[in-house]
């Protein structure tokens, strides 16, 4: 004879369990100040370049010395421009200067 499982009895009170009334369902749902937390979340750092989908990441090839040149031109400035920026606005001077 083979003996029942220590979990029959849980089991089984679990099958009979009636469902949960509307209040339980209401009980479960996070409270609305956690919603509140989670769509305020600007704290920290702003979010950059990589996540913003108009910029897509692209490689260049430049001498060393002038990129370190420039990239020492931007930071002597203290204008806040990147490298990726002054390219940038290289780029469309150029095409708005093409026939």
């Known amino acids: 004879m083979q003996q029942p499982s220590k979990f029959s009895g849980a089991l089984s009170r679990l099958r009979e369990a009636p469902a949960p009334a509307g209040d339980a369902v209401e009980e479960q749902k ?8 989670t769509v305020i979340r600007n704290r920290g750092r702003p979010t950059g370049k990589r996540s913003n ?17 420039a990239t020492r031109l931007l930071e002597d400035k203290a204008s806040g421009q ?3 920026e002054l390219v940038e606005q290289l780029l469309v001077q150029w095409m708005k200067k093409q026939p």
Request: glycine share 0%.
């Open 30 to 37: 996070a409270p609305e100040s956690a919603v509140a937390e």
């Open 53 to 69: 989908p108009e910029f897509k990441p692209t490689t260049l090839l430049l001498r060393e010395q002038t990129k370190r040149a």
């Open 82 to 84: 990147d490298l990726s």
